[in-house]
């Protein structure tokens, strides 16, 4: 008999309904709705000086979506489009990539979040998504250069529903613990409890999350000292006394903090859909162009996502 442990398997409850779910997200009608055509052309004056846009911000943005939906570049999707708008007898005109190109990054983008029943359990992580530069086949033979550069990609996910509550795009020189601030900002509704793993193990993090009058799950180093100055109230001195009380195994078992995988969860959802690279090349349509993604991404989930359980051994 092998020694290894035997790996938990799960089946899917709501199979039917995931699986049109999962249909449903290759729908052409689904991404370029009547919402989309309708305010698709822009008839409303800006008051400034100069013509107004021809295309909505909603074209614009609409554009860029498919365009990581189905992995194209700028000529490609606006080929596709316009192929589509064809297809659907649809009598509408399609922005050229460069005009898509130079209105992205001025783009507003919000996050679809379905209204919540209570306050949230948000878990927070980051991950690196690659930008232009050196292929991996270059970087294994002569290493990395200095025109090396990545985005990194905050997400404030809910641990109930799978749900994008907020997002923050960055360079790579800004720390998980930077954005931490930006991310709770994002979530309008009421916070519950906030889960991180030690890297954001920082005081301006615990003032974010007691600033929601939520609970912070955050494992505190493994050399950790308590905060005098905060007193023995605070947080983090409250989560390092139980972990020496039970064990770090128990705190996190009775704290919740093993939710937090559903960020990474969210992340390899991300990567596995879009790709773990932008195709923009600069810094604001790069975030637009994330942003849209995420967006996109909330949009999958609420058509479906899998109830499963973990069968008996």
């Given at each position: 008999m092998s020694d290894k442990a035997t790996k938990t398997q799960y089946r899917i409850r709501n199979w039917s309904e995931y699986d049109a779910a999962l249909k449903n997200r290759g729908s052409l009608t689904f991404w370029v709705d009547d919402e989309a055509l309708a305010g698709w052309l822009n008839d409303q004056k800006t008051g400034k000086r100069g013509a107004s846009p021809t295309y909505t911000d909603l074209a614009i943005a609409t554009m860029s979506t498919m365009g990581s939906v189905l992995n194209l570049r700028g000529r490609q999707t606006e080929g596709f489009m316009e192929s589509l708008f064809k297809l659907m007898g649809v009598d509408l005109a399609v922005p050229d990539h460069s005009?898509?190109?130079?209105?992205?990054?001025?783009?507003?983008?919000?996050?679809?979040?379905?209204?919540?029943?209570?306050?949230?359990?948000?878990?927070?992580?980051?991950?690196?998504i690659k930008v232009y530069g050196e292929g991996e086949w270059k970087v294994r033979q002569h290493g990395y250069s200095k025109r090396r550069t990545w985005r990194k990609l905050h997400l404030g996910v809910?641990?109930?529903?799978?749900?994008?509550?907020?997002?923050?795009?960055?360079?790579?020189?800004?720390?998980?613990?930077?954005?931490?601030?930006?991310?709770?900002?994002?979530?309008?509704?009421?916070?519950?409890?906030?889960?991180?793993?030690?890297?954001?193990?920082?005081?301006?993090?615990?003032?974010?999350?007691?600033?929601?009058?939520?609970?912070?799950?955050?494992?505190?180093?493994?050399?950790?000292?308590?905060?005098?100055?905060?007193?023995?109230?605070?947080?983090?001195?409250?989560?390092?006394?139980?972990?020496?009380?039970?064990?770090?195994?128990?705190?996190?078992?009775?704290?919740?903090?093993?939710?937090?995988?559903?960020?990474?969860?969210?992340?390899?959802?991300?990567?596995?859909?879009?790709?773990?690279?932008?195709?923009?090349?600069?810094?604001?349509?790069?975030?637009?162009?994330?942003?849209?993604?995420?967006?996109?991404?909330?949009?999958?989930?609420?058509?479906?996502?899998?109830?499963?359980?973990?069968?008996?051994?």
């Open positions: 005009t898509v190109s130079r209105r992205l990054g001025k783009l507003s983008v919000s996050l679809p979040v379905v209204e919540g029943e209570g306050a949230r359990h948000v878990v927070v992580d980051a991950t690196g809910d641990e109930e529903t799978g749900e994008i509550l907020a997002a923050v795009v960055s360079t790579n020189n800004v720390s998980d613990d930077e954005a931490f601030g930006d991310i709770l900002d994002g979530v309008e509704e009421d916070i519950e409890a906030v889960s991180a793993d030690g890297a954001y193990d920082k005081r301006k993090c615990y003032d974010a999350i007691d600033a929601r009058d939520a609970q912070a799950n955050i494992p505190p180093r493994e050399d950790a000292q308590y905060w005098e100055k905060e007193g023995p109230t605070h947080a983090r001195n409250q989560n390092l006394k139980r972990i020496e009380e039970v064990g770090r195994a128990q705190w996190k078992q009775e704290s919740g903090y093993h939710r937090r995988s559903l960020s990474e969860t969210a992340m390899f959802r991300f990567k596995v859909i879009f790709g773990d690279t932008c195709s923009r090349r600069t810094f604001d349509n790069q975030a637009a162009e994330l942003l849209l993604a995420c967006a996109a991404l909330n949009r999958m989930t609420h058509l479906g996502m899998p109830d499963s359980y973990a069968l008996n051994s």
